[in-house]
């Protein structure tokens, strides 16, 4: 079987579905509809695949965060791996859990995370430096995106710190381009920072692809995003929204209202590529 | 039922035990003795629970880290959770998952350490400033070491920048101290680092406990962590050592000698205390 890299499967699927919009999969049962805890006997998993099959033909990616399945104990290991396994193979998987430790350990992570739950991407913390993201970017064809610019508000407490002049998350976007000897170092930088999108694109250049969280319910506004995040050509930048998308509806036309927003914000970022 | 909180219950043990002592079940495969793949159906819950019968008037805390477990999918998560169960009621579970999120996410995370897999105490990373850590502080009764000074060979990528002639990890002893309104705040700083170690004890006072791995196979001396780690009275300093003394040993014995191990340990820490 050819095998492709995490950039190549990213710019096939991004040019095939014309998009570069990033579906994340946050389930939270205080906003799912409720029918489905009634008729369904897998209500999350039935809710995935719903949201799935009504955006694959929308979405680049689909990223889900860990939190939102460690939650529920065994039972979403279960469910998050079952979700990744129903996301169609063309299709980019992002496993949002901010990972970090020390090499020897965050080597069990990386393994954990593209080896056993096969993801495309993963999201990793760099507090702990080179040797703690290094075991990530030793799998040269999987993406990992490293947190540079979160989309929090506290995001500059430490981030904005003046390090000779220039802010931490700066020099954090330098390490990464540093770091990027395997052509698979990504960046997170929140859509809510546009200014530091842009500086961040900059320093990057035009080859190391973005995931960017924060559009939609943090506020991101999604022209200042596209035309700071994206590259020249208007690629190598994943946006992300996953409430905005997955809880809009409540009631059984739950999906097609998910479509509906999925397919309005694809389209109002392609407006700006 | 008396509930304690964290510093009560950790003086508590602490004394019982006459110990600051660690012990972390990092368990590795490739390190555990063979004959337990032929004897035991659950070789890795008999493991830890002979580690744990062999050192549990030795200790005041045992510490998994969740990428270990994490490793082995559905039966990690089932196997980490037993092991909770086996800890004696009077021992703190220390959860070292060094999770980060932004609010509403770290939320999540913080009710499934706290709440369903009942730590006492988690591993917090604070790149992304105090948002992202609230949601741990909240949980008044639980304790949350928030990384500070890694242990790990490049933990001053980030960590030693100089922001306005004050080295970043500085800042964070600076924030945890702030942050530290429900008096459930902790530190965590690597034993490989003495010198940081005594700056940041002197930085938090005597009220804050730090966790301090790097010990043991990692190389951090035992009198120095012991002098510049603990406060006035020789307390609030959490010792570990996890690969020293779990892999010790790799035959039928193997519990005995990670006693030995722990023992000596312990003994080595409370002569400098």
């Known amino acids: ?106 080597r069990k992570y990386a393994q954990s995370l593209f080896e056993i739950l096969k993801a495309d991407a993963v999201t990793v913390n760099p507090y702990l430096g080179k040797d703690g993201v290094t ?18 508000a506290s995001a500059g407490d430490f981030q ?8 931490l998350y700066q020099i954090v976007a330098k390490r990464i381009k540093e770091w990027n000897k395997n052509d698979n170092s990504g960046a997170v930088v929140g859509a809510t920072y546009p200014d530091e999108l842009k500086i961040i694109r900059s320093i990057l250049g035009d080859d190391i692809p973005l995931l960017i969280p924060g559009v939609g319910k943090q506020g991101g506004d999604v022209k200042d995003t596209v035309n700071n995040g994206t590259n020249v050509k208007g690629e190598m930048a994943i946006i992300n929204s996953s409430r905005g998308i997955i809880h809009a509806g409540n009631n059984e036309n739950f999906s097609e209202i998910s479509r509906k927003k999925a397919l309005s914000l694809r389209n109002e970022i392609n407006k700006y590529r």
Do not use: W
């Open 1 to 106: 079987m050819y095998h492709k890299n995490f950039k190549q499967k990213f710019l096939d699927v991004s040019h095939k579905n014309n998009s570069i919009l990033c579906v994340g999969l946050d389930i939270d049962k205080d906003k799912m509809p409720k029918f489905l805890f009634e008729t369904s006997k897998n209500p999350f998993l039935d809710f995935n695949k719903s949201i799935i099959d009504a955006t694959k033909d929308i979405a680049c990616a689909y990223k889900l965060n860990m939190a939102f399945y460690e939650v529920f104990g065994k039972e979403g290991f279960v469910l998050l791996k079952k979700t990744v396994e129903y996301i169609p193979k063309d299709i980019i998987v992002i496993l949002d859990g901010k990972r970090n430790d020390i090499g020897n350990t965050a």
């Open 135 to 152: 075991p990530f970017l030793e799998y040269k064809d999987k993406c990992s995106f490293i947190l540079c610019r979160t989309s929090n």
């Open 160 to 167: 904005d710190l003046s390090v000779s002049t220039i802010p």
